[in-house]
């Protein structure tokens, strides 16, 4: 029996992970989105349910598949969407991971018709997004919420700030400079930085891997 319990660490846990893009429509027709493959947040779920979690996995528009009884997909399009499905479930939830690719703005106005290419330029009026993670953050209360930043430049300082103001128990740091990381990859080079600002730096490896390596993390914290 200890040897099961010890198998799957994250039995009777609930895991929230956020994953893929947000579309945002400009039209009935268009959509403002991003190249997010969804890889790493469906990489997490998989290995989050082979430790034996009940995992809600909340995706924007993607092409990966689900193959595993314990993964609740629910497919939302927007940002809005994804805001208003998150918040449904954070209550219920032990762990929520946050890897998804929200978009930041969206269009102020979605036009009824398509838009005609009637003017020589277009202007499109956009407004900021809920942040759904610092929303969660300013909530919570046990549920131990890991959120992820994509970073160009100053990469530590910026994922310690995001840490810190949006009241994280960690944050998985991923470079765009690495080559071989990021949104369409397979790989990932990632940072985790915990609580008390711990670094935690990881070669190059599959998003399968990086997935299992932040569960271990995670792991690690709550048992602490
Ligand atoms: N995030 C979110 N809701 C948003 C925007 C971002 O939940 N509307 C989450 C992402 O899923 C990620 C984290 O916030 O876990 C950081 O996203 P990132 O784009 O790196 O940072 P932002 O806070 O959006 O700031 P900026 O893009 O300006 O760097
Ligand atoms: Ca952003």
């Known amino acids: ?7 799957l660490p994250l039995k009777g846990k609930k895991v929230l992970i ?3 893009p947000t579309y945002e429509a400009i039209d009935p027709v268009r959509f403002i989105g991003n190249h997010s493959s969804g890889k790493m947040g469906f990489e997490i ?5 082979n430790l034996g979690a009940e995992v809600i996995l909340i995706s924007g528009p993607t092409h990966q598949k689900v193959s595993h009884n314990l993964i609740n997909l629910i497919p939302v399009v927007s940002a809005n969407d994804m805001y208003n499905e998150v918040h449904k479930h954070f209550q219920n939830v032990d762990i929520a991971i946050l890897s998804a690719a929200v978009a930041d703005f969206t269009p102020k106005e979605v036009a009824s018709q398509k838009i005609k290419k009637k ?4 202007l499109l009026e956009l407004v ?4 759904i993670l610092a929303s969660l953050g300013a ?3 046990n549920q131990f919420l890991v959120g992820f930043a994509l970073e160009t430049d100053n990469e530590l300082e910026n994922a310690k700030g995001k840490l810190k103001k949006k009241n994280l128990n960690l944050i998985v740091l991923n470079s765009l400079n690495d080559t071989g990381a990021g949104f369409k990859s397979d ?3 990632v940072t985790f930085i915990d609580a008390d600002e711990t670094v935690t730096e990881y070669q190059l490896k599959s998003k399968a891997e990086v997935a299992t390596d932040l569960l271990n993390k995670i ?3 709550i048992n602490a």
Request: proline residues 0%; without cysteine; neutral net charge.
């Open 45 to 49: 779920a998989k290995a989050s349910a």
């Open 18 to 20: 956020t994953a893929g």
């Open 128 to 131: 900021k997004t809920k942040d």
């Open 219 to 221: 792991l690690e914290q």
């Open 187 to 189: 790989t990932n080079k």
């Open 1 to 7: 029996e200890n040897d099961i319990l010890e198998k």
């Open 119 to 122: 003017e020589a330029t277009l």
């Open 139 to 141: 909530i919570k209360t």
